[in-house]
């Protein structure tokens, strides 16, 4: 797959003490199958969809022990330009623009609401092997904050993107979009999260049947969330797993009503 436009996410990865038991889960419930371990880098490890990268999982850093979380990279042309915009624009770099041997250019950052994403300069790795289509790919992305005004002027200046809003009372959801097409979501997180679930990105996962991924992670520990639910877009529900990390699962091959009403608001 070639590199993709700048602010486009490009690769997933989540840090796990336990990798094995999160190998096997995501194994069951996703079908990915996973290479060797890298030691040169950590222990790095890729997952494969259909022989296809998707993800990678790896050992917490040294202080980063019990927490997991999945890690949302955008696409960059050039990680040490796309790092001084976030810092122009409110944001903290958590992790300087670091090279991975030959695979390519990492950097880790927050934005002014809490949300933690990294950037990915691509090398010999560029990103994301498997379309949204294919099961166990990555499918969708969601920036989850509680302060929706810091979180869309950061993201449009340091990416460029062009953002429509949803006409729904019920919610406040916005798209952003880049040489019109829709890459990323952003939702205002409500009282139902509770206060101490900080902002992240959701990350959605490709599967065939839904409720029958649902089965399969609640069996081994995980917890459902939400749903599972039918949308437009596709049969969605939202999971923790054994390890508390958040992802969602989806079947774009199952769709219920009409696409909502949106707005362009830039």
């Not at 990798?19 to 060797?36: Q, R």
């Not at 040489?179 to 065939?208: C, H, Q, W």
């Not at 990390?245 to 091959?253: E, M, Q, Y």
Request: some cysteine; proline content about 7%.
């Amino acid at each position: 797959m070639a590199v993709q436009p700048e602010g486009t996410p490009c690769w997933a990865d989540a840090m796990f003490s336990d990798v094995e038991g999160a190998k096997s889960f995501y194994g069951d419930v996703l079908g990915w199958t996973f290479g060797e371990a890298s030691s040169e880098y950590g222990n790095y490890t890729q997952a494969y969809a259909d022989g296809k990268a998707v993800a990678a999982v790896v050992p917490p850093m040294p202080g980063q022990e019990g927490y997991s979380q999945w890690c949302l990279y955008f696409a960059s042309q050039d990680a040490a330009a796309t790092a001084g915009k976030i810092r122009d624009n409110g944001g903290e770099v958590l992790m300087e623009p670091m090279k991975v041997g030959e695979f390519g250019t990492m950097c880790l950052a927050r934005d002014p609401s809490g949300v933690v994403f990294g950037l990915w300069q691509a090398g010999v790795h560029e990103g994301f092997e498997a379309s949204p289509q294919q099961p166990g790919a990555y499918c969708w992305a969601e920036v989850f904050t509680r302060e929706p005004e810091r979180s869309d002027t950061f993201f449009t200046s340091v990416f460029s993107y062009t953002a429509k809003q949803m006409q729904d009372d019920a919610i406040d959801f916005r798209m952003f979009d880049i040489d019109g097409k829709t890459v990323l979501g952003r939702m205002k997180m409500t009282e139902d999260f509770p206060p101490e679930v900080p902002p992240y990105i959701n990350v959605y996962f490709s599967v065939a049947d839904c409720d029958d991924a649902v089965a399969r992670a609640t069996k081994l520990g995980g917890v459902l969330r939400f749903g599972p639910m039918d949308s437009p877009y596709g049969r969605f529900a939202a999971l923790s797993d054994p390890q508390g990390a958040n992802f969602s699962v989806i079947d774009i091959t199952t769709t219920a009503g009409e696409m909502p009403q949106v707005t362009d608001v830039t």
